[in-house]
T-cell receptor, first 115, second 111 residues
Framework: DAGVIQSPRHEVTEMGQEVTLRCKPI?????LFWYRQTMMRGLELLIY????????DSGMPEDRFSAKMPNASFSTLKIQPSEPRDSAVYFC?????????????FGPGTRLTVT | SQQGEEDPQALSIQEGENATMNCSYK?????LQWYRQNSGRGLVHLIL?????REKHSGRLRVTLDTSKKSSSLLITASRAADTASYFC???????????FGTGTRLQVFP
């Protein structure tokens, strides 16, 4: 079975440009999570969805960040406009149900560099 | 704020030795999970221990949970160079479905 799929794997862009990260969760999983990982701040949860509905976006750093999940098999994380401090590895993860008792399955991540 | 804090931050051992990592958390939980992250990769779930369990084994992994002390430990026995990775504990956030990850322990196993 395919795991969580993320694209692109690497993204280099200039400050001010729009960046769109994509995620395809594992089929049948009801919950989807977007994380950001940096050396300074570690692994941060940005937002998570349950049954395609955003449940908690308190981790989204600014209005420049937005996330959508139009259907059960696809989600996007958009940064507009991007800034150098957004440089990080962004992970998408999915889970069979809410994480109260279930493990999460992580994608390979998208390494974003904003110059 | 982070729910879990791992200790030590970094650990270096020789192949064949055992590696022990500890995790402390702040609030009541119904389970605690351990994940591994190889350099440049996503996290991989290792093991989940429920609050009514005290110990759990999976291959060379042994996890303990002490809810009275709000702590857990991950023991890797007979370590291998391939065990070199960062290890994170994670717990459900209070009154949410979120998983909150600790800061991680970087394990280096030398051949």
């Amino acid at each position: 079975d395919a795991g969580v799929i993320q694209s692109p794997r690497h993204e280099v862009t200039e400050m001010g440009q729009e960046v769109t990260l994509r995620c395809k969760p594992i089929s049948g999983h009801n919950s989807l999570f977007w994380y950001r990982q940096t050396m300074m701040r570690g692994l941060e949860l940005l937002i998570y969805f349950n049954n395609n509905v955003p449940i908690d976006d308190s981790g989204m750093p600014e209005d420049r960040f937005s996330a959508k999940m139009p259907n059960a098999s696809f989600s996007t994380l958009k940064i507009q406009p991007s800034e150098p401090r957004d440089s990080a590895v962004y992970f998408c993860a999915s889970s069979p149900q809410g994480t109260g008792g279930y493990e999460q399955y992580f994608g390979p991540g998208t390494r974003l560099t904003v110059t | 704020s982070q729910q879990g804090e791992e200790d030590p931050q970094a650990l270096s051992i020789q192949e064949g030795e055992n590696a022990t990592m500890n995790c402390s958390y702040k609030t009541s939980i119904n389970n605690l999970q351990w994940y591994r992250q190889n350099s440049g990769r996503g996290l991989v779930h290792l093991i989940l221990i429920r609050s009514n369990e005290r110990e759990k084994h999976s291959g060379r992994l042994r996890v303990t949970l002490d809810t009275s002390k709000k702590s857990s430990s991950l023991l890797i026995t007979a370590s291998r160079a391939a065990d070199t990775a960062s290890y994170f504990c994670a717990t459900p956030g209070p009154n949410t479905d979120k998983l909150i990850f600790g800061t991680g322990t970087r394990l280096q196993v030398f051949p």
